[in-house]
């Protein structure tokens, strides 16, 4: 499918450089870090946290990432020539978004070992329901951030602007994300009054696909 070498192009051109890799998963680190020096890794109150901390730095270091989704493409007036290409702007979309997901997947997963080190965390018994939430929590930013990414690629603030208008939009799915964290980083399954987050999460996801679908071909011509 053309939305998969659109994708392809994109993290070749990421690993060749890696500008965005390099510079959000140093930001991740320094954060996760810093944080672990200002609370007791053996208290209580870590896990009551964990999972907010964990998607706050997933949020702030995926901005980093989401900056240069559309934003790689301005040099040599390469946007236009995609544009103008016979490719759809669906097609286009979905690829840089698939490109995105797959690099914040990346920091997501390397950042999760860390993570359990600073905080004497132990995660791995529910590593494979952590990777799904992460999935669904990493699939809602990304769709929406590559879709501010596409409005905002010609204003010379767009690294101001594209966290302003995609962190308040993100509140549901983050909150649902850090909720469905917390319970699983506990050692407990997700079930009972928790699968509203679960489904909210997933509502949230399927819903902006579809919006951003149908909105992304007026943003690129515009």
């Known amino acids: 499918m053309v939305f998969l070498q659109i994708a392809a192009k994109d993290l070749r051109s990421e690993l060749r450089t890696k500008e965005s890799l390099n510079a959000s998963l140093s930001f991740a680190v320094v954060i996760l870090l810093l944080f672990s020096f200002a609370f ?10 964990s999972g907010g901390l964990l998607w706050l730095v997933f949020a702030f270091a995926g901005a980093l990432i989401l900056n240069r989704s559309f934003a790689r493409e301005l040099p040599n007036d390469c946007l236009e020539v995609l544009i103008a290409s ?5 097609q286009l979309f979905l690829g840089k978004t698939v490109a995105s997901f797959v690099l914040l997947m990346t920091i997501e997963v390397i950042c999760l070992p860390i993570f359990g ?6 995660w791995i018994p529910q590593a494979l329901p952590l990777l799904g ?8 930013m990304t769709i929406l951030g590559t879709l501010f990414s596409a409005l905002t690629v010609n204003l010379s603030l767009r690294e101001l602007m594209l966290p302003m208008l995609l962190y308040p939009l993100m509140l549901p799915a983050l909150m649902a994300a850090m909720r469905l964290t917390t319970i699983l980083l506990a050692g407990n399954a997700i079930a009972g009054n928790d699968m509203v987050w679960l489904r909210l999460l997933i509502g949230f996801d399927i819903i902006f696909t579809a919006l951003s679908l149908a909105l992304v071909e007026t943003i690129l011509v515009r």
């Open 117 to 122: 080190i600073f905080y004497d965390i132990t």
């Open 86 to 90: 016979p490719v759809s702007g669906a």
């Open 40 to 49: 007791d890794p053996s208290s209580e109150a870590v896990a009551e946290f």
């Open 133 to 140: 939430i992460f999935a669904l929590g990493t699939w809602g």
